[in-house]
């Protein structure tokens, strides 16, 4: 048991570290997962930083990349994810609108950047970061670029500074922060962040609300992992439980049913097409999305990821 503060209290259980994902092997081919998540050039000039109000004292913000979650109050504020680095600025003039207390903890829900990129900014504000162990392994010992240029470790002010691998509780301004660890779904480093009191869930990126379900295969994630996930977080909301998606709008426990029920149908059909030794190139030309197309955000843009990294799980498992 150990307090950083007078209303933070923490109870850390550790367990063994998961492994990363091995390459896929077959008699016929060599089946590599979809490369490394990148985040594309973009011009952060330009990016508008989006505030909602949830709750009297909970708000999200919306710029460019994860979805921030600000818990307010008068010991200070608790965010989930901080974006892009060059958005800081952005970030803190919009929790100064709704607050005038420090910033006081954070949490990562997973390693990308566009999640964890204002680390070093934010904890030079004098922010505590929390994360999973996998998570600051992974910022310290980064994958290599798609070009395969070793990865840049994070600065040292960037890493969590409290870390865990079992649940973990912080009090903070009334509310009871639970920190759950979400095991080998979409990175192997994953955090689902329940606040009690108010009924909501944020999940990063196990879960999204617009484009096709993702795993980073490069970073520990899993199939059976994000549909476990999946299934811990419909477990623990309710009728009324607001749930906020690493991207995408804020959504409730029936959109977390319906993607999990998406994954296993499309890997049900890429499972076949597996079994009779399709190549990758002919799986995606069957179209195993076709049936939800229609009723996914940007299904153009997110199908063909989609089918990838089932293909590449399930040619490993034959």
Do not use: C
């Amino acid at each position: 048991m150990k307090h950083t503060s007078a209303h933070v209290l923490l109870s850390i259980a550790v367990s063994l570290a998961l492994t990363g994902y091995a390459q896929a092997e077959d008699k016929k081919e060599d089946v590599k997962p979809p490369a490394p998540v990148q985040a594309p050039a973009r011009d952060f000039s330009k990016v508008e930083i989006k505030t909602t109000k949830l709750a009297d004292d909970f708000y999200i913000l919306e710029g460019q990349g994860g979805t921030i979650s600000v818990l307010t109050g008068p010991e200070g504020v608790f965010l989930v994810d901080t974006q892009f680095a060059p958005l800081t600025e952005k970030l803190v003039a919009a929790i100064k609108k709704i607050s005038d207390k420090p910033i006081r903890f954070l949490v990562n829900t997973h390693v990308h950047g566009d999640h964890t990129g204002g680390n070093e900014n934010f904890a030079k504000l004098g922010a505590t970061i929390f994360s999973r162990d996998q998570l600051r392994n992974r910022l310290i010992h980064p994958n290599p670029a798609a070009d395969g240029t070793p990865g840049k470790p994070a600065p040292a002010q960037a890493l969590p500074v409290v870390t865990y691998d079992g649940p973990v509780t912080v009090h903070l301004n009334g509310e009871d922060i639970r920190l759950i660890p979400v095991r080998n779904a979409h990175t192997d480093g994953d955090t689902l962040v329940y606040f009690v009191k108010h009924d909501i869930l944020a999940t990063g990126d196990y879960h999204r609300s617009v484009g096709y379900p993702v795993v980073d295969l490069n970073s520990g994630g899993t199939l059976n992992g994000i549909i476990d996930g999946l299934g811990a977080t419909i477990g623990r909301a309710g009728p009324n439980t607001r749930i906020i998606p690493g991207h995408g709008p804020v959504t409730d426990r029936n959109n977390i049913v319906a993607q999990r029920d998406l994954i296993l149908a499309v890997r049900d059909k890429v499972a076949v097409l597996v079994a009779q030794n399709k190549s990758l190139e002919e799986v995606i030309a069957a179209k195993p999305t076709a049936d939800f197309d229609a009723s996914v955000q940007q299904s153009a843009e997110t199908s063909e990821r989609f089918i990838k990294w089932l293909y590449a799980e399930l040619k490993k498992a034959q």
